[in-house]
């Protein structure tokens, strides 16, 4: 069930972008049966600034919150997305086609309209408890970022690790935020215990560019500063450089391998963009509006990577890509790797699942649940 507390009316289509926002227009979604688009009406409106873009919060009550998924390509099979949304605006997101499901643009709607689920400390606990529950890594930042700024205010993905840390049950992060350090105090306790492992995500090191693709991510050199801290308090940290963008920022993968490396990680792996379902169009509008000289070029070489398509959803492909040009980024990276000495793979296979443990109720009983 979805509790609806804020109402944003600013979220349409405008000819001139957003500062601070990654999409440029807030076209329909593939479930929309109109489409809305600005008309000038002979006075220059289209000429001024869009209607300021406002972040709206509405509680999302759902009854579950863990999701199990059966993908062959992917080292987990259950994760945790305490939201829906990303304030980061990331604009090549792979999530943002899931706003649709929601009857919601993936473009600025992504971004502005958020769900957050104030219950999901409370129902994951319930749903750790029920009888039968087998533990295996638990996964978190794999749809949309559980560091967002939000959560700052929120504080769901804290809550969240509490009950995690208290049940023993091992959990690997993915985040661009520097606001993980925040919870230092529970990752390093679980860390003790070989429970956690968190990944830093860096696509590039370009400050300019960071702005334009991540607008309200934090910058390249804190996340890189993040790793470092997490290094420091002994919490097994890895860096993923994704997305790798052919043309865009694949000429940056061995130094930022060899930044991460320097900052103490212990791992990398690394995501070729995708352009699933309405990121394409997405894609190919933020392109034209702030790379219109080298729009073609990239996409020519991200059809390169992905023989000769734009997207390919093929299991074993979609994360890596083929054909030489896909060939050629792997080679750099397993050689960079090797060079920095960053392990490769995952580490959610060396997190310890044999010490998870239902704990006692506030009464001392444990749940016959």
Known sequence: M??????????????????????????SSRHEAHKAEWIDDGWGSLDAAPPRLTTT???????????????????????????????????????????????????????SRLFFKPDAPAVLER??????????????????????????RLAVTR???????????????????????????IL??????????????????DRKLARLMEPRAATPGRRLAAVNALVKATIPTVVMVAPIIPALTD?????????AAGCGAIGAEYILLR?????????????AEHYPDRAERIMRHIREARSGKEYDSRFHRRMVGEGPYAELI???????????????????NTLDCGQFRVPLEADGQLSLL
């Open 127 to 152: 749903e750790l408890r029920r009888p039968g529950y087998k533990c295996r890594v638990m996964a978190m930042g794999t749809n949309t970022d559980p560091y967002q700024p939000v959560e700052r």
């Open 330 to 348: 792997a080679q750099r990276f397993n050689l960079a790797c090797q060079r920095l000495h960053l392990r490769r793979g995952r580490e959610e």
């Open 57 to 111: 919060l509405t509680k999302d009550c759902s009854r579950t919150v863990i999701s199990f998924n059966e993908s062959p390509d992917i080292d987990f099979d259950r994760s945790i997305n305490p939201y829906r949304g990303c304030e980061h605006g990331c604009i090549y997101c792979f999530a943002r086609p899931t706003h649709a499901w929601l009857g919601l643009s993936p473009g600025l709607d992504f971004e």
């Open 159 to 185: 809550e969240l690790l509490k009950v995690l840390d208290r049940f023993n049950h091992p959990v690997s992060i993915v985040t661009k935020s520097n606001l993980v350090c925040r919870d230092m105090d």
């Open 251 to 259: 000429m940056e993968i061995e130094v930022i391998l060899g930044r």
């Open 275 to 287: 352009l699933p379902l309405e990121i394409k169009a997405l894609w190919r509008e933020w392109l």
């Open 188 to 205: 390093s306790a679980m860390a003790e215990r070989g429970l956690v492992k968190v990944a830093l995500s860096v696509t590039t090191l």
């Open 2 to 27: 979805i509790d609806r507390i804020a109402t944003d009316t600013t979220s349409r289509m405008h000819p001139v972008g957003r500062r601070g926002q990654g999409a440029v227009s807030n076209q």
